[in-house]
């Protein structure tokens, strides 16, 4: 047996992501991020339940692995939880004004709303208090000029199990409102070899975390349950 062949699955998939281009790599981690979504909504059943475990944990520790070593003290993925010091009171406040007035222009993805690319989000996107926050924490970051309102305010919206895209590499995710107090749908991230996260967001507060890592969800919203928020996309550089 050679050296390579005794290394774990997960280093050598790291390995071989270095190797790849960035096209290559976005199409290895669609692949990766599909079986590890899949693998915990319940596919693949009838497969041995040890094969399972063994099979999300590989796609779920090499997700992390494939960004050149930029994630190298990776646990769960969160960087940030709770009110976050780079937005005031009056920025939530216009936002969550900005969500609202930009409610009728959002688009269906899968089985959400989103708006891009509102002027004031665009705005806010560039902050450099987020900036400096981010930096602070992870190292040098650079904006996506990315910045989505999302919205889950009719019943069974939500989004399954996944990876965000590149652009989301780093996501700034913000709870604008929640309604009614009696919540339901949840953000559940999945860390490997964890227990999963489950993370209730009050209004204003925000969660930082590598999106394109760790496999995370929203579950479905119940009748009379809206949710709003707002997503800022940052790169790692
Ligand atoms: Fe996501």
New binding site residues.
Partial sequence: MTQASSLPLVERIGRLSAELTVAERENLKLMLSMAAGGLLVGHARQQPEALRREALETAQRSLPKLHDGKRPAFTTGIVFRGRAPFFTDAEIAAMDEESRANRHRAQRFHDHYVTSGAPLAREMALSSDINAFLSERVGPVLPTYKANYLYYDAPGLG?DP?V?KNE?AL?VLTMLEHRPERRHSELILYPPEQDPVHIQLAHGESLVFF?DSVT?QRTRTVAGESIRLVSFGYHPI
């Fill in positions: 989004i996944h965000d989301f996501n999106a995370h």
